[in-house]
């Protein structure tokens, strides 16, 4: 099993729909969760950060955080077709400060 | 203000050589990480530095891997007697001194393209 797991998609959501990033992580001591986008050919560009249960939101951006269920989501509203790309979920144990991360979930927007 | 900076952008190197790879952080940012990305994969961690103290050195693949941040600001990533399997994307980032509430958000340079023929 691996300690970060997303869906590879690609998740295909048409202009204006709302797509919905799932993320699922096996160590219970885990703190810190990220977001980050990645375009074809750039690198990760962080876009949320959570560290408690519940929503946070941040423009069309809202992330989800269940740690009893060990599972985090990102919503994207409005979504358009410069969202698309993939999406990576980062998952940080205290004290070990690196990132794990997931293999990433591509998202396709289409006009 | 500037964000990570990481040179060369590609590298393509034959078997068997060494490579040096160069990151600037972001100034002010105590923190300092490797990661390793594979086409299709997500980031792999190689290693970690608070200041010029390398605290995590767990995810360097072999021996041949070496990397040091002398002054506690610019890195260097070292690959000797590089193989194919190196061939990959190698990424760095930095972040805040603990202490800030967000110490802990890496942000990433635009990556080094490693490429061993």
């Known amino acids: 099993q691996k300690e970060v797991e997303q869906n590879s998609g690609p998740l295909s959501v048409p202009e204006g729909a709302i797509a919905s990033l799932n993320c699922t992580y096996s160590?219970?001591?885990?703190?810190?969760f990220f977001w980050y986008r990645q375009y074809s050919g750039k690198s990760p560009e962080l876009i949320m950060s959570i560290y408690s249960n519940g929503d946070k939101e941040d423009g069309r951006f809202t992330a989800q955080l269940n740690k009893a269920s060990q599972y985090v989501s990102l919503l994207i509203r409005d979504s358009q077709p410069s969202d698309s790309a993939t999406y990576l979920c980062a998952v940080e144990n205290t004290g070990f400060q690196k990132l794990v991360f997931g293999t990433g979930t591509r998202l396709l927007v289409s006009p | 203000g500037a964000g990570v900076s990481q040179s060369p952008r590609y590298k393509v190197a034959k078997r068997g050589q060494d490579v040096a790879l160069r990151c600037d952080p972001i100034?002010?940012?105590?923190?300092l990480f490797w990661y390793q990305q594979a086409l299709g994969q997500g980031p792999e961690f190689l290693t970690y530095f608070q200041n010029e103290a390398q605290l995590d050195k767990s995810g360097l693949p072999s021996d041949r891997f070496f990397a040091e941040r002398p002054e506690g600001s610019v890195s260097t990533l070292k690959i000797q007697r590089t193989q194919q399997e190196d061939s990959a994307v190698y990424l760095c980032?930095?972040?805040?001194?603990?202490?800030?509430?967000?110490?802990?958000?890496?942000?990433f340079g635009p990556g080094t393209r490693l490429t061993v023929l």
């Open positions: 160590d219970r001591g885990s703190q810190s």
């Open positions: 980032a930095s972040s805040l001194d603990e202490g800030s509430q967000y110490y802990n958000e890496q942000f």
């Open positions: 100034s002010g940012h105590v923190s």
